[in-house]
């Protein structure tokens, strides 16, 4: 199982990489835009949304965390690997009637 710990980069980056929560948001988000800047935004509710899911996982203790200090790797990464959920949500996964001018 894997375990948040404060200097472990790889469970940081698994967490952040798999979180069923911010890969959601990035897509529908990164679909849902009509411009390449609104990505950033998206990055960061998808982000957002999923350090929100990871505390609530943490204090339900499903998910053991040791020490402090990963979360704020997690947050990070999660914003990175929203940036290119949300840009495959843009390229991929838009409606046509959704361009920008």
Known sequence: M????PFDPLSVILIAML???AIGVAVLMGR????WQKL?????AS???GSIMVWLVTFLELLPAKGI???AGVFVAQF??????????YKWLRNPDN???
Do not use: D, H, Y
């Open 2 to 5: 894997i375990e948040l710990q």
């Open 19 to 21: 979180n069923p929560v």
């Open 32 to 35: 849902a835009s009509n411009q």
């Open 40 to 44: 950033i935004v998206a990055a960061f």
């Open 47 to 49: 982000a957002c949304a």
């Open 69 to 71: 200090g990963g979360e």
């Open 80 to 89: 990175l690997f929203g940036l290119i959920w949300a840009w495959i949500g």
């Open 99 to 101: 361009r920008a001018s």
